[in-house]
T-cell receptor, first 112, second 112 residues
Framework: DAGITQSPRHKVTETGTPVTLRCHQT?????MYWYRQDPGHGLRLIHY???????DKGEVSDGYSVSRSKTEDFLLTLESATSSQTSVYFC???????????FGAGTRLSVL | SQQGEEDPQALSIQEGENATMNCSYK?????LQWYRQNSGRGLVHLIL?????REKHSGRLRVTLDTSKKSSSLLITASRAADTASYFC????????????FGTGTRLTVIP
C-alpha cells in the first residue's frame, strides 16, 4: 500500500471515548488526507494536511480533529466518539498538481 | 455536496465480456481519475484523464470524458475474474483547495 501504514487496523470502542487513528508514510509526500467510507456515500474527505502543522477541513470534519507534527505522521482524533462515526477510515497521500492519491489499507472503527 | 454519482451501482458479467461504468459529476474539473478497490483494501489509482482530453487508454482500460455533459465512462475490455472489485471515479476540482471528490462507486463482479 505505497508506503502508508494505518494503525490500528481494527478498533472497537464505546460512545464518548476518545479515539486516535494514526497514518504513517515513508514517501515524504507533503499532502496527506483522511477519508471515511460508508455504504452509499463513497469516500468523503474529513481533513487534509498540506505540510507540517498545516491542516484544513474537508467535507465532513465535524467531530474530528487532526494533527501533523512530522511529515511522516498524520493523526486523526475523535474527541468523543459517537455511533455515527462507525466507519472505515482511510489515509491517503497525494502529489500536486494532478493529485493522484495513494491509500493505506484502512482502519475499521466500530463505536458501540 | 460535490460528490459524483456512478451508474450502475452494481454490475455482474461473465468473464471475457466488457464492463462499462459511468460517472457523473457536478463542477468544473481539472482532471478525472478512476480508482479500484478490492474488498477490504485501500483504493488503487488506475487512470487519469485531463479536462482537455476526450479519451484515454491504458491496457484493457478505456476512459472517456464529456465535459459538456459532466460525465465519464470506464470500459474494461475482456474482463477477468480478478477484475472483481469496486470502481470509483474522482474529480479534481478547479477551486484552490485542489481536493479530490469521489463518486459512490460501482461494484463489479466478474463470473468465471
Amino acid at each position: 500500500d505505497a508506503g502508508i501504514t494505518q494503525s490500528p487496523r481494527h478498533k472497537v470502542t464505546e460512545t464518548g471515548t476518545p479515539v486516535t487513528l494514526r497514518c504513517h508514510q515513508t514517501e515524504n509526500h507533503r499532502y496527506m488526507y483522511w477519508y471515511r467510507q460508508d455504504p452509499g456515500h463513497g469516500l468523503r474527505l474529513i481533513h487534509y494536511s498540506y505540510g507540517v502543522k498545516d491542516t484544513d477541513k474537508g467535507e465532513v470534519s465535524d467531530g474530528y480533529s487532526v494533527s501533523r507534527s512530522k511529515t511522516e505522521d498524520f493523526l486523526l482524533t475523535l474527541e468523543s466518539a459517537t455511533s455515527s462515526q462507525t466507519s472505515v477510515y482511510f489515509c491517503a497521500i497525494g502529489g500536486q498538481p494532478k493529485n493522484i492519491q495513494y491509500f493505506g489499507a484502512g482502519t475499521r472503527l466500530s463505536v458501540l | 455536496s460535490q460528490q459524483g454519482e456512478e451508474d450502475p451501482q452494481a454490475l455482474s458479467i461473465q468473464e471475457g465480456e466488457n464492463a462499462t461504468m459511468n460517472c457523473s459529476y457536478k463542477t468544473s474539473i481539472n482532471n478525472l481519475q478512476w480508482y479500484r478497490q478490492n474488498s477490504g483494501r485501500g483504493l488503487v489509482h488506475l487512470i487519469l484523464i485531463r479536462s482537455n482530453e476526450r479519451e484515454k487508454h491504458s491496457g484493457r482500460l478505456r476512459v472517456t470524458l464529456d465535459t459538456s455533459k459532466k460525465s465519464s465512462s470506464l470500459l474494461i475490455t475482456a474482463s477477468r475474474a480478478a477484475d472483481t472489485a469496486s470502481y470509483f471515479c474522482a474529480t479534481l476540482d478547479q477551486t484552490g483547495a485542489n481536493n479530490l471528490f469521489f463518486g459512490t462507486g460501482t461494484r463489479l463482479t466478474v463470473i468465471p
